[in-house]
């Protein structure tokens, strides 16, 4: 099992941009699957963008040229740069790293309101 811990949530305005991080504890990170789930009130968790260990990378359709997913593996962190936020981006956002079991971050609030 691994500890996630996301931060760099917040208020922001439409055309505004966040960088939301997500630290893991235990090993070995370099080896997992991470990412992004994103939701909104009323609404089912969905897949935002993910990681491979290799880097491969995936993104929602609503979210492609807008976020970018990186991670850094010496600091076992994954990243979520989102550029060009609209209203609709507002949601819980949720880290997750896959090893066989999937381990999930407490979630982070992005609210895009003028």
């Known amino acids: 099992q691994v500890q996630l811990v996301e931060s760099g949530g917040g208020l922001v305005q439409p055309g505004g941009t966040l960088t939301l991080t997500c630290a893991a504890s235990g090993r070995p990170f370099s080896l997992r699957a991470m990412g992004w789930y994103s939701q909104a009130p009323g609404k089912q968790r969905e897949l935002v963008a993910s990681?491979?260990?290799?880097?491969?990378?995936f993104y929602a359709d609503s979210v492609k040229g807008r976020f970018t997913i990186s991670r850094d593996n010496a600091k076992n962190t994954v990243y979520l740069q989102m550029n060009n936020l609209k209203p609709e981006d507002t949601a819980v956002y949720y880290c997750y790293a896959d090893l066989g079991v999937r381990s999930w971050g407490q979630g982070t609030q992005v609210t895009v309101s003028s």
């Open positions: 990681i491979s260990s290799t880097r491969n990378t």
